[in-house]
């Protein structure tokens, strides 16, 4: 079965630093792009990043700066450094891959959670 699992996630306080993993075997090697998303309580799923095949790196404009995707082919995980926490980073946050030709099957992992105090 297709897995997605991430962790990593955890209590800090505002300026501190985490970095979550995604473990998905199969999805670091290949040719689709793999994601960060974050979802804080009552409001919708936001994209925070995206690493290409080729290790090209997108952020949401506001986390610029601050957070560093990046994958590990030899381990088969992705990686979101978080540094300088705001209590706003306080979500659930997620990755997500896919499969296929042309990248149409969708995973997900069951998310890892964030709490960031002030």
């Known amino acids: 079965q297709v897995q997605l699992v991430e962790s990593g996630g955890g209590s800090v306080q505002a300026g501190e630093s985490l970095r979550l993993s995604c473990t998905a075997p199969g999805f670091t090697s290949n040719h689709c792009a793999m994601h960060w998303y974050r979802q804080a309580a009552g409001k919708q799923r936001e994209w925070v990043s995206t690493?290409?095949?080729?290790?090209?790196?997108t952020y949401a404009d506001s986390l610029k700066g601050r957070f560093t995707i990046s994958k590990d082919k030899s381990k088969d995980t992705m990686y979101l450094q978080m540094n300088n926490l705001k209590p706003e980073d306080t979500a659930m946050y997620s990755c997500?891959?896919?499969?296929?030709?042309?990248?149409?099957?969708?995973?997900w992992g069951q998310g890892t959670q964030v709490f960031v105090s002030s």
């Open positions: 690493i290409s095949p080729d290790g090209y790196t």
């Open positions: 997500h891959s896919h499969s296929g030709r042309v990248c149409t099957f969708d995973y």
